[in-house]
């Protein structure tokens, strides 16, 4: 078992770290604004007027992402189901509405596949990866991106020599901050909730975590660890890099 130290938080008897994928390991923030941004334009394309509502919906304003928002922590299924909301707003059918969201995301996807390869990882996480996993700890990423998204991510940046379970929203129904999905993730890691800490950057992360029984949570804002949004983590830190492993 390891002890980890971040800032005046000792988290003690872990056997497993799971870590969000976006905001968290991966710098997306760019692409994600991209990929909402594209969407919108899509549906604005057939339905004139939406995409400026879409984009607010999404969190993107003034070419900025709100961290809180739900393109930054929401599945793919809840924002096609929010852009469908705003479509059947105006007189369309459901399953229509469902029908031109679905096309238009899928579309931004085959704009935008090189981008998504381009997001870097945040300076420092390899390292903090390679670093943990030798201490024996098993490390996981739980995300709100598919799984099959999550598996590309972690061969794009060559993490499979440190990550041991993939994992995303999928078509089970579950998404953040159900505790289901956190528990799902440990039986898949063969450790105990209480045993394993979770590192994420929003309050859907620290709240999953926290319901599921989690051994502790550390809220992550890259640059600025005071966020509002991380309040309820154990500790909020500015770089994984303030990450220590301590004595038990």
């Known amino acids: 078992m390891v002890a980890i130290r971040c800032r005046e938080v000792k988290f003690s008897n872990l056997v497993a770290v799971l870590f969000d994928k976006d905001g968290t390991l991966e710098d997306s923030q760019s692409f994600l604004r991209e990929l909402a941004q594209k969407r919108s334009r899509l549906i604005d394309a057939q339905i004139p007027g939406i995409g400026e509502p879409l984009l607010m919906a999404f969190g993107v304003q003034d070419a900025t992402l709100d961290p809180t928002g739900l393109m930054a922590v929401g599945s793919r299924r809840e924002n096609e189901i929010a852009a469908a909301a705003y479509i059947a707003e105006t007189g369309r059918s459901w399953l229509e509405s469902l029908s031109i969201a679905r096309s238009a995301f899928a579309d931004a996807d085959r704009y935008l596949t090189q981008a998504a390869q381009t997001s870097p990882l945040f300076t420092g996480s390899l390292e903090v990866l390679k670093f943990l996993a030798e ?94 949004h991380l309040e309820k983590a154990d500790v909020a830190i500015a770089s994984l890099d303030e990450l220590e492993i301590v004595p038990e």
């Open 135 to 228: 201490t024996g700890l098993k490390l996981g990423i739980l995300s709100a991106d598919s799984t099959p998204g999550v598996e590309a991510f972690i061969t794009r940046h060559q993490l499979s020599d440190y990550i041991q379970l993939g994992m995303g929203v999928d078509d089970s129904g579950l998404t953040k901050p159900d505790p289901q999905l956190f528990l799902q993730a440990c039986q898949a890691l063969g450790v105990e909730p209480g045993q394993t800490l979770m590192i994420g950057d929003s309050a859907g992360d620290i709240q999953m975590a926290t319901e599921a029984g989690a051994a502790g949570t550390v809220g992550i804002c890259w640059g600025t660890p005071q966020a509002a």
